[in-house]
């Protein structure tokens, strides 16, 4: 399978050379979001109402989906369903670390081990393969700044940018204000079968509200 949504995003946020992640926080919730919005593109879940559904159990093929695929009936349980919220707080902790392991196996990324101060342990992932980013960001400067028209997948990578406010990350040196009303669009747009623009609305909305609540608590 090729590479993800979600490791997407986590190369857009880490650093080039360095390996660390600009705006961590606001990149895990997409992250987590691109898990799920995989999961819709499969067919292995449907969104109705802001809540996730689970539609058929099999094996995409990819251990990223597949690992969360398997955990899903037993987290979704006697209820039929769960709010897209509960997903997200659920996973955003956890979903990076995976995903950047996944783009190791890929060797996109490689792990570097140090110590800080001799003392305390870190690691940075910096790209051993650049080949990847360039494509997607490429990809992502034709549909927004210069307005071709997005597959499904880049359509959905660009809602979920805009809905965890990473604009600045996916294109450095822009202003928000000039890339929000063309990712907008995108978001909005015929791109898709009503169903899965449908989920895109949902997850989006839920990841505006969440992420809006983690900054105002922040501040506060």
Do not use: N
């Amino acid at each position: 399978m090729a590479v993800t949504l979600a490791e997407e995003i986590m190369l857009l946020s880490l650093d080039d050379e360095s390996g660390t992640a600009k705006q961590r926080q606001a990149a895990a919730w997409a992250v987590a979001g691109g898990i799920l919005l995989e999961l819709v593109l499969a067919g292995r879940v449907t969104i109705d109402d802001k809540h996730i559904v689970l539609e058929d159990t099999a094996e995409t093929g990819e251990p990223l989906l597949d690992e969360r695929l398997a955990q899903l009936p037993g987290w979704i349980g006697k209820r039929g369903k769960r709010h897209v919220s509960y997903w997200l707080t659920k996973e955003q902790g956890k979903a990076v670390a995976p995903t950047v392991a996944r783009l190791c196996e890929r060797g996109v990324l490689v792990e570097e081990k140090r110590k800080t101060m001799g003392i305390f342990p870190v690691r940075r992932y910096p790209e051993a393969d650049g080949a990847v980013e360039t494509e997607l960001r490429e990809r992502l400067r034709a549909v927004v700044l210069e307005g071709a028209e997005p597959d499904v997948r880049t359509a959905g990578l660009v809602s979920l940018i805009h809905g965890a406010g990473l604009h600045t990350v996916a294109f450095p040196g822009q202003r928000k204000k000039e890339l929000a009303p063309r990712m907008e669009e995108v978001a909005d747009g015929q791109w898709a079968g009503e169903s899965v623009r449908a989920a895109i609305r949902d997850m989006t909305a839920v990841m505006v509200a969440i992420t809006a609540a983690t900054v105002a608590t922040a501040v506060g």
